[in-house]
Nanobody
Framework: VQLQASGGGLVQAGGSLRLSCAAS????????MGWFRQASGKEREFVAA????????YYEDSVKDRFTASRDNAESTVYLQMNSLKPEDTAVYYC?????????????????WGQGTQVTVSS
C-alpha cells in the first residue's frame, strides 16, 4: 500500500492550498481516509476524515468552514481543500487510510500513512 501526498507549499495568510493523496495497493473505494497534521514540537492531530460509504466528512473544529475533504474513487485520490489559511495551520500534513468506520479522529486506528507534505503559512 502506498499513499502519496502532494500539494503543500508556502502561502500567505488568507490564501489557499489543495492537498492531494493518491493511493495504490488497496481497494480505495472501501477505505475511510483521514488527514492529520503535525506542527513542529507538537503531537500529530486530526484534521479531517471522509467515509468511503457515503462521502460523509468530519472536521476538527478549528478547520471547519475553511477546509473541505473530498475523494475521487475512480482516481483513488483524496483531497483537502484548504482556504483562509492561518499561520497556525503550518504543519506537515499526512493522509491516512483505514478500513473500519469508527474512531476516525484517532490516528492509532489508521493502518496506512503517507509520507507527509509541508504546509507553511506566513503572516
Amino acid at each position: 500500500v502506498q499513499l502519496q501526498a502532494s500539494g503543500g507549499g508556502l502561502v500567505q495568510a488568507g490564501g489557499s492550498l489543495r492537498l492531494s493523496c493518491a493511493a495504490s495497493g488497496l481497494t480505495f473505494s472501501r477505505y475511510n481516509m483521514g488527514w492529520f497534521r503535525q506542527a513542529s514540537g507538537k503531537e500529530r492531530e486530526f484534521v479531517a476524515a471522509i467515509r468511503w460509504t457515503d462521502g460523509g466528512t468530519y472536521y476538527e473544529d478549528s478547520v471547519k468552514d475553511r477546509f473541505t475533504a473530498s475523494r475521487d474513487n475512480a482516481e483513488s485520490t483524496v483531497y483537502l481543500q484548504m482556504n483562509s489559511l492561518k499561520p497556525e495551520d503550518t504543519a506537515v500534513y499526512y493522509c491516512a487510510a483505514k478500513y473500519s468506520s469508527s474512531n476516525n479522529y484517532n490516528p492509532e486506528t489508521y493502518g496506512y500513512w503517507g509520507q507527509g507534505t509541508q504546509v507553511t503559512v506566513s503572516s
